[in-house]
């Protein structure tokens, strides 16, 4: 039967994390604390049927109606397909004078040197769609010419009738300190062309470099269309289940947006998905008291890592979209927002395999995605994928997939494998399917050492936390390449990313280039640069219904010696005060010495940059949930079966225990398999999981064990 609650008491909450293969579902019960899970397979042609869907099964599930539901909080990779596969709308741009080609000259940078034949993305705004217009605003912000929009009218509506423009940039030289022509361009398009979405480079993020900048306001009006479609189709879709509560949607900075935010800064949604993942594991290494976490999630389509430290995720202002070569910086096109630093990898369950022109095997970046999905799923697909090895490693079984509503089919895995790897290669099928699996985890671990490198992190000191429906098949063997010596499997890993939204706090972040030396500058300037930017943040959270008592602030700036082209970040320990002020000078130097290993003391410094993140109450604080879920059996060891371990010199007789069925204290000895309903989770021989309190699997490696 049906709970009948009055609206201001209701206690369910749904977390909805789209992938490139299956759509993930959590519904938290804040008054039970416990949680009741789903997954389904994405539907590529119109996302939201899916999540429609699925809301609709899990609320059945749990006994409840829609209209019980108080949130449902959303991620994402709308944005990102958009701009990879070229699916949004027409775009415009309107541009400084003289500026139009500054999105074909780009950087100047050839991100490999020796390539003859280097390619780029394409610009979103082609060059006959971008408009001059005669203004100069100067870096100081002073106006050196007056703006005139002479002939624009007319330019505008050809590009609306012959090119069916939907969209336009406002991108200006140096508006970030004076945004206002940008602002009128802004008003006159709202009188002369109301039906057109338009975005300013000023209002998506105000930062020096025009051509970061320039791209970023381009991309967020080339896809507001496709998210404003979207979210409408979902806003309906849910009403019409009897969904009545608050909707939200993922940012990539970790934060939740309202859809009239998202609607206007649609680029925020990049990354959305992964980002909660992040969020999730960031809250595991708070409650195991480890520090240092390497964030490891593998779904059907991507690999992606993330670095926790001192129980915060590492974060970045910059990132590249679109790569034309997947891990060569310089080859996408650059995006300015705030993001969590994630390093990501074409690799999931659905890439495909394939033997190259010199006869070597490769998996991915290409997948199967949801539709037809791996040749085991029987929708169609024939190419093998890294499932179909899996299940022939016995790692999986048909079965007991998706806690047995989709049945794999094993002979299909096989037929594709043969005829595609083994036969060309001359193994057998089983070789074949373990080059598969192995490709897979040497391409993750070769990308997060990479990672690692980059940003001084030595994971011989971490811990792994991996999630994902293929992230706990392989993370103990990709640690143990990487020498992490204990990895961390989560109840529920295999939505985890869904269980990551429903942590996430309502918050917004302003960041600001105004280049300013300190010794120029008075406390009294320095406490209104900031108070600006907090109120402005304040007020977007403000807005989505955060009372100011509950707002959290966090302030940084970036800093340089005077000369310098790049910047180091620096918080404020104070806040927007004298004191602050005060030991800035300090604070710098003790952070360039942290990266660079010396600093001048003597050198004249300037701040460049100044971000103010504005936080909501993290939802769902207190006591930890527990998964709703009954075991499978009365005990914890269901069956044995065959499946392959190479230090057993092929297939060998592996324990498989139903996760649900454990206690905490119980510990397994590997080689084992251990399922729920969403993943697997692979113990290797002479590895060594223990349950804790919290029903985690803590897992040592064997040759790596203290």
Request: charged share 25%; glycine share 10%.
């Amino acid at each position: 039967m049906h709970q009948h609650q009055n609206p201001t008491t209701r206690f369910h909450r749904i977390g909805v994390d789209i992938g490139g293969t299956f759509t993930d579902f959590a519904l938290f019960d804040d008054h039970s604390r416990e949680i009741v899970t789903h997954k389904a397979l994405t539907t590529p042609a119109d996302p939201a049927k899916a999540v429609i869907a699925g809301v609709d099964i899990l609320t059945r599930r749990a006994g409840i109606r829609p209209a019980d539901v108080a949130m449902v909080v959303h991620g994402t990779t709308l944005v990102t397909n958009a701009i990879i596969e070229r699916k949004g709308a027409p775009t415009a741009m309107i541009v400084t004078r003289g500026f139009r080609d500054v999105l074909d000259i780009a950087m100047e940078c050839r991100y490999d040197l020796f390539d003859l034949r280097l390619r780029f993305p394409a610009p979103v705004v082609p060059r006959e769609l971008r408009f001059e217009v005669g203004e100069r605003v100067k870096w100081d912000g002073s106006v050196a010419e007056e703006l005139e929009l002479d002939g624009l009218r007319n330019a505008i509506a050809i590009a609306i009738k012959q090119h069916g423009v939907r969209s336009i940039a406002v991108c200006l030289l140096h508006s970030y300190a004076n945004p206002e022509h940008e602002q009128r361009i802004v008003e006159w398009l709202a009188a002369e062309f109301p039906r057109l979405n338009v975005s300013a480079s000023a209002d998506v993020f105000p930062f020096m470099r025009e051509y970061a900048r320039w791209t970023t306001a381009c991309l967020n009006a080339y896809v507001q269309p496709a998210v404003d479609e979207y979210l409408d189709r979902l806003d309906n879709g849910l009403a019409g289940l009897g969904f009545r509560g608050k909707f939200l949607i993922m940012s990539s900075s970790g934060s939740t947006l309202t859809p009239q935010i998202a609607r206007r800064y649609p680029v925020r949604m990049l990354e959305s998905g992964p980002a909660a993942g992040v969020l999730m594991s960031a809250r595991h290494s708070l409650d195991l008291k480890l520090p240092q976490i390497l964030s490891f999630d593998m779904g059907g389509t991507t690999a992606k890592g993330c670095m926790i430290r001192d129980h915060a995720p590492l974060k970045r202002y910059e990132f590249e979209v679109a790569r034309v070569h997947e891990f060569k910086r310089g080859s996408g096109l650059p995006v300015k927002i705030p993001v969590l630093d994630m390093i990501e990898i074409g690799s999931g369950g659905g890439s495909l395999a394939q033997i190259d022109d010199r006869g070597v095997l490769g998996v991915g970046p290409r997948s199967a995605g949801a539709d037809p999905g791996p040749a085991c799923y029987g929708r169609g697909g024939r190419r093998p994928t890294l499932t179909d090895a899996n299940l022939v490693l016995g790692y999986l079984d048909s079965s007991s997939f998706l806690g047995g509503t989709m049945a794999l089919d094993h002979a299909a895995a096989v037929v594709a494998i043969e005829s595609d790897v083994a036969r060309p290669l001359r193994l057998n099928v089983e070789k074949a399917a373990w080059g598969i699996h192995e490709v897979i985890n040497e391409d993750v671990a070769k990308a997060f050492r990479v990672h690692a490198s980059e940003r001084g992190v030595d994971y011989r000191r971490c811990s792994m936390v991996v999630f994902g429906g293929s992230g706990p098949i392989h993370g103990a063997r990709i640690a143990r390449k990487l020498r992490i010596p204990r990895v961390i499997c989560p109840s529920g890993a295999g939505v985890m990313s869904a269980f990551g939204l429903l942590t996430s706090p309502i918050g917004f972040e302003r960041v600001q280039s105004l280049r300013v030396g300190l010794d120029a500058l008075s406390p009294e300037r320095f406490g209104a640069i900031v108070n600006a930017l907090v109120t402005q943040a304040k007020s977007t959270v403000r807005e989505s219904g955060v009372a100011e008592q509950e707002c959290e602030v966090a302030i940084k700036v970036d800093m340089r010696y005077l000369g310098q082209g790049y910047e180091v970040e620096v918080a404020l320990r104070a806040g927007a005060t004298a004191q602050a002020l005060a030991t800035l000078p300090v604070d710098f130097n003790n952070a360039y010495a942290a990266i660079f290993g010396l600093a001048f003391d003597d050198r004249a410094v300037e701040i460049v940059a100044w971000k103010v993140e504005v936080r909501g109450p993290i939802p769902g604080a207190g006591s930890p949930y527990r998964l709703k879920q009954a075991p499978r059996a009365p005990q914890a060891l269901r069956a044995h079966r065959q499946a392959y371990f190479p230090e057993a010199g092929g297939f060998a007789k592996c324990a498989v225990y139903d996760r649900y069925a454990f206690v905490p204290g119980q510990t397994i000895e590997g080689p084992a398999l251990i399922e729920e309903a969403e993943s697997t989770c692979v113990l290797g021989t002479g590895d060594r999981a223990f349950v804790d309190e919290r029903l985690n699997l803590v897992i040592d490696i064997e040759e790596l064990r203290g």
